[in-house]
T-cell receptor
Framework: GNSVTQMEGPVTLSEEAFLTINCTYT??????LFWYVQYPGEGLQLLLK?????DKGSNKGFEATYRKETTSFHLEKGSVQVSDSAVYFC????????????FGEGTQLTVNP | NAGVTQTPKFRVLKTGQSMTLLCAQD?????MYWYRQDPGMGLRLIHY???????AKGEVPDGYNVSRLKKQNFLLGLESAAPSQTSVYFC?????????????FGPGTRLTVL
């Protein structure tokens, strides 16, 4: 079946540091890939997505590239801010999953001033 | 445009009690979903609906029932609550339900079963 594995957290960084959160997936065929963010006390918001191999999703300074050869979708940001502190979820969706998003376990990011 | 809303935001139940969680969306989306979020496990799909009057089982459906009588509403019911159902419940909706489609999430309901 489908699965998503994220790097273990929590991750703590200083403001303006470089961020990478690793995400790898297992799926048959060609899934769509997503990064969602959950700020404290709120629901999930779509951060970015990519729907085919080699696509790059980007939003708010975050980027992720769909790498089919390594089955990865790593999230990166060049300079994090305190306001980026949140939980980040990698997820996939494909035709055989019954419209279901399959989520990774989430990575807690804390950015200190 | 409120997006996806959920009521209530918090609830505490005793084992064996019943309750209904309400999800409403004003985006005219066809697809609606109920997920639960547990520590260290991400979100898992409970049930979903592909349109008014339809429901289908997700990954963890046992102990839950759902109804979609109106296109904009999706109800999640617990007939006899158990401590294992202590979780945060999220509703989501999407227009097409295809793998490329974005799912929009509500703010969540935190449920504790004692």
């Amino acid at each position: 079946g489908n699965s998503v594995t994220q790097m273990e957290g929590p991750v703590t960084l200083s403001e303006e540091a470089f961020l990478t959160i690793n995400c790898t997936y297992t799926a048959t065929g060609y899934p769509s890939l997503f990064w969602y963010v959950q700020y404290p006390g709120e629901g999930l918001q779509l951060l970015l997505k990519a729907t085919k191999a080699d696509d790059k999703g980007s939003n708010k300074g975050f980027e992720a590239t769909y790498r089919k050869e390594t089955t990865s979708f790593h999230l990166e940001k060049g300079s994090v801010q305190v306001s980026d502190s949140a939980v980040y979820f990698c997820a996939l969706n494909q035709e055989t999953s019954g419209s279901r998003l399959t989520f990774g376990e989430g990575t807690q990011l804390t950015v200190n001033p | 445009n409120a997006g996806v809303t959920q009521t209530p935001k918090f609830r505490v139940l005793k084992t064996g009690q019943s309750m209904t969680l309400l999800c409403a969306q004003d985006m005219n989306h066809e697809y609606m979903y109920w997920y639960r979020q547990d520590p260290g496990m991400g979100l898992r799909l409970i049930h979903y609906s592909v349109g008014e009057g339809t429901t289908a089982k997700g990954e963890v459906p046992d102990g839950y029932n759902v109804s979609r009588l109106k296109k904009q509403n999706f109800l999640l019911g617990l007939e006899s609550a158990a401590p294992s159902q202590t979780s945060v419940y999220f509703c989501a909706s999407s227009y097409w339900g295809t793998p490329r489609d974005t799912q929009y999430f509500g703010p969540g309901t935190r449920l504790t079963v004692l």
